[in-house]
C-alpha cells in the first residue's frame, strides 16, 4: 500500500490567515492525489482532485500543488467556517490510501 | 439531485452478521464506483473497497480483504457492506462514496451508517 502522511497534525490560525497543509506519498503518484474537508458529525467533502483542481462549488480560496511525492492544500484569507479536519488522498493505486488528517482550529 | 442515502444506525451483538446499504440516485449508478470507507471513534479515514456496480466487479484493500463483503444490485441503484461475523473491533461509521469518472476521487458521499457492536 502506498502511506500518505500529513504534516502538521494540527495547527491553529487566525482568521484571515494563510495556512498550507501538506502531505507526502511513500512513491510517485504523479498527481493523482485529492483533499477532503471533514466537519465534526459530518461526511467528508472533496475539495481538490489531481492535485489542483478545484471541486465545483468549493471557494477559490483553497488551491493544491504538488506532483510525485509532495503535495500542499493551501488556504488562503482563512474564514471561521474553515475549521475542520483536512485529508489528502491518493487515487494513482488500490487501496486509495487516506492519510492521518490534519486538524484545522480557528483562534 | 444527486445523492447517496445509507441505511440507518446498527447496534448488533459480536457474532452477528449485518447488511448495510447506500442507494444512489439522480445519476446513472451503473457508470460510477462505489467506495466504502470506515471512520472508527475519533480516528480518520480507512478505504476499505470499491466496487463497480455495472458488472459488480469488487476490489478490496489487503487489510478489509475477507473481513467484509462489498456488493451491489443495479436494478435497485444500491450498493451493500456486509459482515458475516461481527467484533467489537468493526463499530464505526461506514460511509459510501461515489468515485468521480473524470475526478477519481469520492466526490458524493453518503451520510454515513453508524455501526455498533457490542455485547
Known amino acids: 500500500d502506498i502511506q500518505m502522511t500529513q504534516s502538521p497534525s494540527s495547527l491553529s490560525a487566525s482568521v484571515g490567515d494563510r495556512v498550507t497543509i501538506t502531505c507526502r506519498a511513500s512513491q510517485n503518484i504523479y498527481t493523482y492525489l485529492n483533499w477532503y474537508q471533514q466537519k465534526p458529525g459530518k461526511a467528508p467533502k472533496l475539495l481538490m482532485y489531481?492535485?489542483?483542481s478545484l471541486q465545483s462549488g468549493v471557494p477559490s480560496r483553497f488551491s493544491g500543488s504538488g506532483s510525485g511525492t509532495d503535495f500542499t492544500l493551501t488556504i488562503r484569507s482563512l474564514q471561521p467556517e474553515d475549521s475542520a479536519i483536512y485529508y489528502c488522498q491518493q487515487s494513482y493505486s488500490t487501496p486509495d490510501t487516506f492519510g492521518q488528517g490534519t486538524k484545522l482550529e480557528i483562534k | 439531485e444527486v445523492q447517496l442515502v445509507q441505511s440507518g444506525a446498527e447496534v448488533k451483538k459480536p457474532g452477528e452478521s449485518l447488511k448495510i446499504s447506500c442507494k444512489g440516485s439522480g445519476y446513472s449508478f451503473t457508470s460510477y464506483w462505489i467506495g466504502w470507507v470506515r471512520q472508527m471513534p475519533g480516528k480518520g479515514l480507512d478505504w476499505m473497497g470499491i466496487i463497480y456496480p455495472a458488472d459488480s466487479d469488487p476490489r478490496y484493500s489487503p487489510s478489509f480483504q475477507g473481513q467484509v463483503t462489498i456488493s451491489a444490485d443495479k436494478s435497485i441503484s444500491t450498493a451493500y457492506l456486509q459482515w458475516s461475523s461481527l467484533k467489537a473491533s468493526d463499530t464505526a461509521m461506514y460511509y459510501c462514496?461515489?468515485?468521480?469518472?473524470?475526478?477519481?476521487?469520492?466526490?458524493?458521499w453518503g451520510q454515513g451508517t453508524m455501526v455498533t457492536v457490542s455485547s
Open positions: 462514496a461515489r468515485r468521480g469518472a473524470a475526478s477519481d476521487a469520492f466526490d458524493i
Open positions: 489531481v492535485a489542483s
